[in-house]
DNA sequence: TATTGTTATACTCTATAACTATA
DNA sequence: TATAGTTATAGAGTATAACAATA
């Protein structure tokens, strides 16, 4: 299909969806802010609420190298959120878990993080019941991380 | 109202709409990297569609220091994006203006920035008609930037 | 005196390489 | 030999402070 043919409908339902979008963003900024945290750090720390994590595991989860993750555990245990414990089945391995601080700031962050941006609710209280129904046959990937660790890339010369 | 009174039928909706943010935002960085941009070079760039701009003036929208602005646009230079020249009514001031290239540039990103995100195609054939009357009716703040800058802070010790 | 932009500098983010300890 | 984690270090992002030129 040629690249002219753009939707117009599709484009104008994107134009609505957008700020909402937005709001999110900004909402996630506000948490983060809120508890001192930055986007790897509130990944890392969310990646604990099921229990110890190895820092191996991190690494892999927020795709970037092991020693960084070091440096985002130094600091979680600095904050007072996370300690270190040695595995007891690998002796290389290092276990992190959640402080009872830690556990309280995770889920707190969990319930902001998962709540509907604001402006939803004005959204749907034009016909909520109709806008459910559609959304509820919709399937898409949810696999993803909303706010995944993001590397850097040099702007080149 | 209590804080443990969330809205599940809200929480439900956002949940189907969150991938569509997702998709969005994965979108745009794979637009950025095509081009070998950074998120505040991409937002610099977008400034000048519409004519040359002051460097103080990017500062401002961009909400960081004057110095970085110098930064971002010795790259955008040195990319072949954008040239400097002197403003012709005040010596201080250097006015901004995108090279035939930028142009280009600047123009195939704002396609592909502002095109919907993959998803909402499959979203709107649902029930495309009913989705676009109740969206249609909705107003929310359009005025922020869908990727703006974003300042740093220290995690804190 | 106030403002625009640049330079010098410092601090944070994040990766690579070399290393230690363990498997 | 291969793997988990740490340390040292270096490059890129971004701010602060001091400065030159102009208003």
Request: charged share 20%.
């Amino acid at each position: 299909m040629a690249s002219s043919a753009r939707d117009s409908s599709l484009d104008q339902i994107w134009s609505k969806l957008q700020p909402l979008f937005i709001a999110k963003r900004n909402q996630v900024f506000a948490v983060m802010n809120e508890h001192g945290l930055t986007p790897p750090h509130m990944q890392a720390l969310t990646m604990l609420v099921d229990g110890p994590v190895r820092m191996r595991d991190i690494a892999d989860v927020m795709v970037c190298d092991a020693s960084y993750v070091t440096a985002i555990v130094d600091n979680l245990e600095h904050l007072g959120l996370a300690i270190r414990r040695p595995s007891s089945v690998d002796r290389r391995v290092k276990e992190i878990a959640l402080t009872p601080l830690g556990e309280q700031t995770a889920a707190q962050i969990g319930i902001e993080m998962s709540a509907p941006p604001p402006g939803l609710e004005q959204l749907c209280h034009a016909d909520r019941a109709t806008l459910a129904r559609i959304l509820g046959r919709l399937e898409l990937d949810e696999t993803q991380s909303l706010w995944p660790h993001i590397g850097r890339r040099a702007p080149g010369r």
